[in-house]
């Protein structure tokens, strides 16, 4: 999502017809963080976008299956010694519990992680 404010005009450039889009709570919070530490035109479109990703895809809930998730992918990272950001690890997590795909233009935050499905964008 971060990357779609960056790049495209309008959320319908950034997604298939038929995906079945929704966000991470998480990823929300992101992009909130980046209007508040936006100004002038910039904060202007990037809270336009913000609103526009509230309207329209569903926000899905940290809750106790993604927290389970989080746990094991939270092990898994340190047991590998390849920590992750804590936020990706939310974003995973939260794909993983809810069998969704992670869509990103990082492949390298979502790699390797068991039961997470990841499809780079770009």
């Known amino acids: 999502m971060i990357d779609a404010e960056r790049s495209v005009t309008d959320l319908d450039d950034a997604f298939a017809d038929d995906d079945e889009v929704a966000i991470a709570?998480?990823?929300?919070?992101?992009?909130?963080?980046?209007?508040?530490?936006?100004s002038g035109k910039k904060r202007a479109s990037r809270l336009a976008f913000l609103q526009d990703v509230l309207a329209v895809?569903?926000?899905?809930?940290?809750?106790?299956?993604?927290?389970?998730a989080h746990?094991?992918?939270?092990?898994?990272?340190?047991r590998e010694?390849?920590?992750?950001?804590?936020?990706d690890l939310i974003i995973a997590a939260t794909a993983r519990a809810t069998a969704r795909m992670v869509v990103s233009a990082d492949d390298t935050a979502f790699t390797n992680l068991?039961?997470?499905q990841v499809r780079t964008h770009r």
């Open 25 to 38: 709570a998480i990823t929300a919070a992101e992009l909130r963080v980046g209007v508040h530490l936006s």
């Open 114 to 116: 068991p039961g997470v």
């Open 81 to 87: 010694g390849r920590p992750r950001g804590a936020h």
């Open 57 to 68: 895809i569903p926000l899905l809930d940290y809750d106790r299956a993604v927290a389970e």
């Open 71 to 78: 746990a094991e992918l939270l092990v898994h990272v340190r």
